[in-house]
């Protein structure tokens, strides 16, 4: 049974790319069978998509051209969205396009209730473009769709297995979080999501689960109960 009824799941762009390709057709078909696989569950499921595996604004454009960079970096996850929705159609579910702005005929303006209506209907729902502002990430962006959308939780897809008190690439004796708080993700300043997404979970009661979706498939491990990652929520802290 699963453990959720409606999910938002924040996927990084990376997680599309292999090598020097930045739409890894191998990558983008296992995740398209993994969010296949998750509306077969019975959970209805929208997706904000990340553009890193195409452009990353803020880490190449000089200050002056952040606005114009972070336009460019929206386009990103459009065109991301777009070729998901190749791949989850082959294998065999119907896909619904929304993006904050029309643009025809990859994506259609984001409207609530049609959106709404798209997963009652068990369409996988994709959400390109971010919030359509510059200086707000896709994180921001997933936060304020799942409030919107009445979703259960923020699911991020990220390349390691929930939160770290520290960078566990790096740091041999980096701890990880079952669970803890959005204060303590502030007060600590962990990197899992930016601040402004931080509050706004905060602000409406919006769990985040943050685990490894390097193996695409534990999205449906997650959404199931069968893979546990770390829970962020409004609470006190569990020990970890």
């Known amino acids: 049974?699963?453990?959720?009824?409606?999910?938002?799941?924040?996927?990084?762009?990376?997680?599309?790319?292999?090598?020097?390709?930045?739409?890894?057709?191998?990558?983008l078909a296992a995740?398209?069978?993994?969010?296949?696989?998750?509306?077969?569950?019975?959970?209805?499921?929208?997706?904000?998509?990340?553009?890193?595996?195409?452009?990353?604004?803020?880490?190449t454009a000089p200050d002056q051209t952040r606005t114009e960079a972070d336009h460019i970096g929206m386009l990103a996850t459009i065109l991301n969205a777009g070729m998901l929705r190749f791949h989850i159609e082959a294998a065999g579910a119907r896909c619904r396009v929304f993006a904050p702005?029309?643009?025809?005929?990859?994506?259609?303006?984001?409207?609530?209730?049609?959106?709404?209506?798209?997963?009652?209907a068990g369409d996988?729902?994709?959400l390109g473009g971010g919030t359509g502002n510059p200086c707000f990430s896709t994180d921001s962006a997933a936060a304020l769709r799942a409030v919107e959308l009445a979703a259960d939780a923020?699911?991020?897809?990220t390349l390691v297995d929930g939160v770290y008190d520290k960078d566990p690439n790096r740091h041999a004796d980096a701890r990880r979080f079952d669970s803890l708080t959005f204060d303590e993700v502030l007060r600590r300043d962990l990197k899992v999501m930016d601040q402004t997404a931080v509050a706004l979970c905060r602000e409406y009661g919006m769990k985040v689960v943050v685990f490894d979706i390097t193996?695409?498939?534990?999205?449906?491990?997650?959404?199931?109960?069968?893979?546990q990652g770390s829970v962020i929520h409004s609470g006190r802290a569990a020990a970890h």
């Open 215 to 227: 193996d695409p498939l534990n999205l449906v491990r997650v959404v199931t109960g069968s893979l």
């Open 31 to 59: 995740v398209a069978q993994a969010l296949v696989s998750t509306v077969r569950t019975g959970v209805q499921t929208a997706v904000v998509v990340g553009g890193g595996n195409i452009f990353r604004g803020r880490n």
């Open 124 to 126: 996988v729902v994709l």
């Open 101 to 120: 702005r029309a643009v025809p005929p990859l994506a259609e303006a984001f409207d609530r209730r049609a959106a709404l209506a798209a997963l009652a």
């Open 1 to 27: 049974m699963a453990a959720f009824s409606r999910i938002l799941l924040k996927l990084s762009g990376e997680v599309l790319r292999s090598g020097e390709e930045c739409f890894a057709p191998l990558r």
């Open 154 to 157: 923020v699911l991020k897809g």
